[in-house]
DNA sequence: AGTATATTCAACCATATAGTTGAATGATAG
DNA sequence: CTATCATTCAACTATATGGTTGAATATACT
């Protein structure tokens, strides 16, 4: 069992976690700081924090210092990791959909 | 905190482990026993019919018993579900790097 | 300077998860 | 019927993770 963790390992756990997938929700329409963010949950400032951390070591936040508070914003790397990743996938699913498609149009 | 779990939950956090992924990627090929996916791994049988079935839960797998084994296959589901919601950033990084989410549909 | 605000860090607790071993179930072959 | 093969279940251990609280750091305000 190897030490090294992939990428993936960072990016998927990330999107696990119902509260980190809310949290990109918001971040599609605009920028947060940190503080705007962990207002809108049930959460310590604390526990958002380390949830925005997550979502940075995963590359699918990015903050950047603005005086005192920190700005959230998207990173699209990990998103696009991600659905790269999948894309090996896609042709098999969209496969099935055409092998579908053309039992049905040979039934016509 | 909410009880309730995501089916989103289920299938990310089966994608970030690395031997799932793997499994995943053999199954792309072909179907296998879980006793022949097993050999492949320095991991016990149990370990590795553990892991399938968390696969199995995310959809992302099927078995079906054949005699004394169960037959493991690539099960679409899941992955659609992922591609689905990766969909909702893809404009991000595609280019379309304008705030377009006032017509973004807020999906979880 | 001194106080308030924004964020992180550190220590800790509870729960979930990956892994193990050994027993239990189920199907096939003699 | 019994022995064997394929798989799962149960109990347990170790580690990772989400959450908390309280102290520490850094910037802004007056």
Redesign the pocket.
Known sequence: ?VEY?SPL??IF??L?????RDLLRRLRRQD???????QR??????????????L?RANLVR?H????????ELSPGGLQQADKYLEQYRALWEGRLDRLGTFLEDKK
Chains 1, 2 share one sequence.
């Open positions: 069992m963790t390992d960072t756990s990330s696990a976690d119902p509260t980190r947060y700081s940190v503080g705007e963010l962990a949950y049930d959460l310590t400032f604390a526990a958002v924090s380390k949830h925005i951390q997550v940075e903050k210092k603005r005086g005192r508070e920190q700005r959230v």
